[in-house]
């Protein structure tokens, strides 16, 4: 694919410098720490024409007032930790986490290989003082053909596969890297809805293993964020807020769509358009009093340009009027 420019596109009108960032709530009574990810920009590839360039992506996400990023698909921001530690201080931001997409299920055989990518991320994300590895299952269908890659319900077998080489992941990621996992359930992968997910934590050690609850998709899944917040609290080590457009979930589910065309369609939304209500669920989050990290992460890919910058806007608004 051709790379990205590193700079902005100059047909464009943006202009995050020249507008004022909203200014912070002052004092506001939250241990939650609120970003954003080059997912809410459309990125879902280190190198895709259609992506807006990386110096754009932190141009504007520090323009619309946020402090957090996470690193996105390895490769898409500097991979270098002196260039990219330049490049966010300048523009006053920091690294909450990396990302990885892994296939444990499979078993000891994919460990090597899985570790490899995994070192890769760890490594970035802690030379940019992150804390977190935020790991996401592998697709049971393609997420852009709808191809069937296996079965989407897992074996007696591959549930002990995912549950005991994920915990293996979690503790080498401390030992080695002093991050935590946060395990992302994901629409199209086996760890999705309310059924596998309390499968998994009730499976998995609470020192080694924390869930990433990504509001949007376990809403696309059907589950409900502050049930599992109040039920499971001590294992949410991470939030990711999204919301779904319910019709268009109705359709493709309905249709059997899969996750990219769904997404292309518009099923994640800007908030607070959507469900679940982000309001409720950050009300359960400060309930449990700890730190936490909760990244606006809205799929949106592919996606012209221009869209992304205004979202952020009234995105980081409509958050600072939840409190956040």
């Known amino acids: 694919m051709t790379k990205p420019s590193p700079q902005p596109s100059p047909q464009t009108s943006y202009q995050p410098s020249s507008q004022p960032s909203p200014s912070p709530t002052p004092s506001a009574p939250t241990r939650i720490r609120v970003g954003s990810a080059p997912d809410s920009w459309g990125v879902w590839f280190p ?15 520090a323009g619309a007032g946020y402090e957090w990023i996470e690193l996105g698909p390895y490769g898409y921001l500097p991979t270098d930790p002196a260039v990219l530690a330049e490049e966010t201080a300048r523009r006053g931001l920091r690294v909450s986490a990396g990302t990885v997409f892994t296939g444990l299920h499979h078993g000891p055989d994919v460990w090597d290989r899985t570790w490899a990518h995994v070192a890769e991320n760890a490594a970035l994300a802690r030379a940019m003082g992150a804390g977190h590895l935020v790991v996401i299952p592998s697709f049971w269908r393609d997420d852009r053909t709808g191809e069937v890659l296996e079965e989407p319900v897992l074996t007696a077998g591959q549930w002990r596969d995912l549950t005991r080489l ?60 502050v049930e599992l917040i109040e039920t499971y609290g001590e294992r949410i080590g991470y939030l990711h807020l999204k919301q779904v457009d319910p019709a268009v979930l109705a359709e493709v589910v309905a249709e059997g769509t899969p996750f990219g065309p769904a997404v292309a369609r518009g099923v994640m939304c800007e908030p607070p358009s959507g469900v ?49």
């Open 276 to 324: 679940p209500a982000l309001e409720p669920v950050l009300a359960a989050a400060r309930a449990l009093d700890v730190d936490l990290f909760a990244i606006v992460e809205q799929d949106m890919y592919p996606c012209a340009p221009d869209v992304p910058y205004p979202i952020a806007l009234r995105t980081r608004r409509f958050l600072r009027s939840c409190g956040v």
């Open 47 to 61: 190198d895709d024409p259609r992506q807006v360039p990386w110096r754009r992506f932190l141009d504007e996400v």
């Open 166 to 225: 994920t915990e293996r992941l979690g503790r080498e990621v401390r030992e080695r890297y002093g991050l935590r996992i946060v395990v992302h359930p994901h629409a199209d992968t086996h760890l999705d809805g309310e059924e596998s997910v309390t499968r998994f934590l009730d499976a998995t050690d609470p020192e080694a293993v924390s869930l990433c609850l990504d509001t949007g998709h376990y809403a696309y899944a059907g589950g409900d964020s």
